[in-house]
Every structure is written in structure tokens, then in C-alpha cells.
């Protein structure tokens, strides 16, 4: 796929309850926060993981996320819907990626420290709309 456009929707799956408020709509920043690279000192990766999904119905979507990013033991509760304008505003960039998907991609460069890290997420997370896992029939 090519450059990622300012208007883009980037897409992060959410499998903990804790990192949205479905009652007030919101996404919290645990969502959008990168996994620690170590504990002692307290490190963390320098990017997260998002889908492309502009152009796509939300079944397929869905099926992105169950089929590319759900395993056994994480189970996919929502999603956090982000127009990519606002990674770039934050200094941030959007690497095309495709794997294990071709509308797979990276942002990045995250800081390694907790409260930077905690000061993006807060800013990616506010600029998202949380869409809830529709309920099965």
C-alpha cells in the first residue's frame, strides 16, 4: 500500500475493558499506550500497532481484527478509530508495515519513558472514537 494520507483512519483493536468508558464514549490512553520493552529500568517499545481501514465496511473490519490480531487468549472488546492527521500533529509517523496484513502499520517513534509515552497515548487516545464490538445475534 502507499504513503499514508493525512485523512486516513488508522484503526487499534482494544482486548482490555479497562482502556475505554463505554458510557461516556471514550478511549482511555492505556489503549494507545506501547507494550514495555523492560522492566528494570521501565522501558517502553517505540511503537504500536495499527490497521488501515479507510475504504472498508465495518464487517470487514471486524473480520481484520478477529482473523489478524484476536488470538485464543485476547479477545477484541473494541476498537479505537483515529484519522491519521492526528499521529502526525503529535510528531509522530505511520510506517506501512504488512505484516501479518497488508493494511498493517506501525506508529512510531514512541519515547521510552513511561510519562512520555502516557503524555502521546493520552493526546491519540482523546483524538479517537471508540467503536464497540457489535453483539452477536
Not at 479497562?18 to 490512553?29: D, G, S
Not at 522492566?39 to 495499527?50: E, G, M, R, T
Request: glycine letters at 2%.
Amino acid at each position: 500500500m502507499d504513503d499514508i494520507l493525512q485523512n486516513e483512519i488508522l484503526t487499534r483493536f482494544i482486548f482490555s475493558s479497562r482502556h475505554f468508558a463505554r458510557r461516556n464514549e471514550t478511549i482511555k490512553f492505556g489503549a494507545f499506550m506501547p507494550p514495555r520493552a523492560s522492566k528494570d529500568p521501565p522501558l517502553y517499545s517505540p511503537d504500536i500497532s495499527v490497521y488501515r481501514l479507510s475504504g472498508l465496511s465495518d464487517s470487514e473490519k471486524w473480520t481484520i481484527g478477529r482473523e489478524y490480531v484476536q488470538t485464543e487468549g485476547r479477545s477484541i472488546k473494541a476498537r479505537a478509530d483515529l484519522p491519521a492527521r492526528e499521529v502526525y500533529k503529535n510528531k509522530l509517523k505511520v510506517i506501512s508495515d504488512m505484516q501479518p496484513h497488508e493494511r498493517h502499520a506501525n506508529i512510531t517513534p514512541f519515547p521510552p519513558d513511561r510519562l512520555a509515552c502516557q503524555r502521546l497515548a493520552t493526546k491519540l487516545a482523546r483524538a479517537s472514537k471508540l467503536v464497540m464490538l457489535p453483539e452477536k445475534n
